[in-house]
């Protein structure tokens, strides 16, 4: 249980962490270090080279910019969960960071490790999925865009090349008074979730919902927008039985099975958790989000 | 392939500096370099918690972390919460009287867990004290003495403020 040999970089720029990603064979870049650490102690993975970006300059930041809400790749998660900003605009994803680890874990794990590792239970990959996030990453050619339903391409690989670094992600809040959830089952607190749900909603002001966005993680290998529901509840004034139904189909994924739960279990689950997502984010509509969500 | 990097860093109030391997955890580094055994390793990859320590104040695995990485910062271990060799600090007192341990190996990372958390939250409720300590595995207390002891600490803390 201790890392395997390797050189280790700590560059202050994003240049400079990108050159060393050029110039390096096998080498595994270190963001909040709370997946590629437990990974390295227990060496399943055997980098010749670790690039750490903890002291890399302004890669942590939470600003607005041109009505987007934009992200630096080494912001923790602690600063997510307990900003303003994010809670005001980006709501959905405070509620689904107050179930990402623990606080020890929380006070070192990066949003851009998150996304870069990709793990399907992750909460945050099922939030980027669920605003259709913009994630920015840097090469050696500059920056370029990648619109989140393409970003990740199979089980935990982001649409990243080997010399390229996540370093902003763009999220675009929804309309103040939108109805916002994220529901987990897990063993324990803290755990992956073994499935999750998140949903957004836009109302107009007779209740009709005019926008959705519902999401499934931690069921198949990569997050699911659930479209057939989404579609389903637009146009619609919901009661509990036209949710129940909308929610039905999530019941159709392609899940998973692992020592935690067979695949026929997790699709109850997406069924169900879609469900009380989609019902708490309902009775959000219209109000003003709580000074805290915890 | 040995590559070794100085590492100088404050841990507990007192100035270190030494050289390390730089794939050396943390963990083993405040064991095995500073010799502060007060840390301790259960898992060894983030998961029971018991190897928590503050870093710049903040909660963190120290099995999670290169020691090379605490090049400049400050750390305290459960070696630094007591004010002195002869007295405890009231969140020890209060594991003592409220059963919070038995074998005593989670008892460093429960401490430094909730040493951050009764700052940060000095009014606590039941609930919110054991969302605290899901991240630190406990197997001989069933966590109920862990949790009235901090419930405990926290009006401790308070009257000790008043």
């Known amino acids: 249980m201790k890392p395997p040999p390797f050189s280790y970089y700590d560059p202050r720029t994003v240049a400079d962490a990108i050159g060393l990603l050029a110039r390096l064979d096998n080498a595994k870049v270190l963001a909040g270090g709370q997946s590629l650490m437990p990974m390295l102690n227990m060496r399943y993975v055997l980098p010749d080279h670790v690039i750490d970006l903890n002291r890399v300059e302004g890669l942590s930041y939470v600003r607005e910019a041109g009505g987007a809400i934009e992200i630096g790749g080494m912001t923790r998660q602690r600063e997510l969960e307990f900003s303003d900003l994010i809670r005001n605009r980006l709501p959905l994803m405070q509620e689904a960071i107050l179930q990402v680890g623990h606080r020890q874990t929380r006070n070192r794990g990066t949003i851009g490790g998150s996304l870069c590792h990709l793990d399907p239970a992750a909460e945050l990959v099922t939030v980027g999925a669920g605003y259709d996030a913009t994630v920015v990453v840097t090469g050696p050619a500059g920056q370029r865009q990648i619109a989140f339903a393409d970003f990740p391409v199979a089980y935990m690989t982001p649409a990243i090349e080997p010399n390229e670094i996540l370093t902003a992600i763009r999220f675009i809040p929804w309309a103040p008074g939108h109805g916002y959830a994220f529901v987990e089952f897990a063993r324990r607190h803290g755990d992956f979730a073994i499935t999750s749900a998140a949903a957004l909603l836009e109302a107009d002001g007779a209740g009709r919902i005019t926008r959705a966005s519902v999401t499934i993680g931690g069921a198949a290998v990569l997050p699911v927008r659930a479209r057939e529901t989404e579609t389903a509840l637009v146009g619609q004034v919901p009661t509990p039985e036209l949710v129940r139904q909308a929610c039905e189909s999530c019941r159709a994924i392609e899940a998973i099975e692992d020592i935690h739960a067979p695949a026929s279990y997790r699709q109850h689950l997406a069924a169900v958790l879609s469900r009380r997502a989609v019902d708490k984010a309902i009775t959000r509509l219209g109000k003003p989000v709580p000074a805290r969500l915890h | ?134 991240g630190n595995l406990c197997r001989c207390t069933g966590y109920q003495g862990i949790v009235n002891a901090a419930l405990d600490a926290a009006k401790r803390l308070q009257t000790a403020r008043a």
Do not use: W
């Open chain 2, 1 to 134: 392939m040995t590559e070794k990097r100085t590492v100088a860093l404050t841990v507990n109030g007192k100035r270190y500096e030494k050289e390390v391997e730089v794939r050396v955890t943390l963990a083993d580094f405040i064991r095995h370099y500073l010799g502060l055994t007060g840390t301790h390793l259960g898992c060894e990859h983030g998961v029971c918690g018991a190897c928590t320590i503050l870093l710049d104040g903040q909660s963190a695995r120290s099995c999670l972390m290169l020691a090379v990485q605490a090049d400049g910062h400050e750390i305290m271990t459960v070696e630094g919460i007591a004010p002195s060799d002869t007295e405890l600090h009231p969140l020890q007192e209060a594991f003592r009287d409220n059963h919070g341990l038995q074998c005593g190996f989670c008892t460093p990372g429960m401490l430094t867990t909730l040493i951050e958390f009764l700052r940060d939250n000095p009014d606590p409720t039941e609930q919110e004290v054991r969302i605290a300590i899901s």
